[in-house]
T-cell receptor
Framework: GIQVEQSPPDLILQEGANSTLRCNFS?????LQWFHQNPWGQLINLFY???GTKQNGRLSATTVATERYSLLYISSSQTTDSGVYFC?????????FGQGTTLQVKP | KAGVTQTPRYLIKTRGQQVTLSCSPI?????VSWYQQTPGQGLQFLFE???????NKGNFPGRFSGRQFSNSRSEMNVSTLELGDSALYLC????????????FGEGSRLTVL
């Protein structure tokens, strides 16, 4: 099956800093999503981005499907950005999740 | 538009018991998927239902089962609970099966004692 690797596993930033999270996947996919898991466990949709670039406020994402990777950019980070970020790719009707990047933004 | 609703949010069971979790998808969505999240295994796919039919199943024992009703609401059942079944169970809904964006509920956190 498809393998999904996220890096870095952990990231500590000062408020206001920028960061880039990476997601590598081992095969072509028809679905790629980025999620932020809130402290209560809910997965919040950030981007549905099987290819191309999207932006939403301070967050943006780029997926280069031909090279099998996706990047999530967080600019001017805030303490509320803290949490776990997951990349998930679609594989025959299910999502395969990476292990996540745990982000801590310090005030 | 209401999001994905899961009930109950928290529950505690003892080994050997069974549990039923419920998921109401976003209105108009016909696909419902279930995922298990544990600290050791991360997020793993359990199964997907579309129009009351199981379309896809993950690598879990037969103790894990599910169903979907004509109104697209779904239930999953775990019988003969084991300590290792303690997890966050997440339900996701999607407009279509096999592709498209998934939207998750807040999850049901199960503790097995």
């Amino acid at each position: 099956g498809i393998q999904v690797e996220q890096s870095p596993p952990d990231l500590i930033l000062q408020e206001g800093a920028n960061s880039t999270l990476r997601c590598n996947f081992s095969d072509s996919v028809n679905n790629l999503q980025w999620f932020h898991q809130n402290p209560w466990g809910q997965l919040i949709n950030l981007f549905y981005i099987p290819s191309g670039t999207k932006q939403n406020g301070r967050l943006s994402a780029t997926t280069v499907a031909t090279e099998r990777y996706s990047l999530l950019y967080i600019s001017s980070s805030q303490t509320t950005d803290s949490g776990v970020y997951f990349c998930a790719v679609g594989d025959t009707g299910k999502l395969i999740f990476g292990q996540g990047t745990t982000l801590q933004v310090k005030p | 538009k209401a999001g994905v609703t899961q009930t109950p949010r928290y529950l505690i069971k003892t080994r050997g018991q069974q549990v039923t979790l419920s998921c109401s998808p976003i209105s108009g969505h016909r696909s419902v998927s279930w995922y298990q999240q544990t600290p050791g295994q991360g997020l793993q796919f359990l199964f997907e239902y579309f129009s009351e039919t199981q379309r896809n199943k993950g690598n879990f024992p037969g103790r894990f089962s599910g169903r979907q009703f004509s109104n697209s609401r779904s239930e999953m059942n775990v019988s003969t609970l084991e300590l290792g079944d303690s997890a966050l169970y997440l339900c996701a809904s999607s407009l279509r099966s096999n592709t498209g964006e998934l939207f998750f509920g807040e999850g049901s956190r199960l503790t097995v004692l």
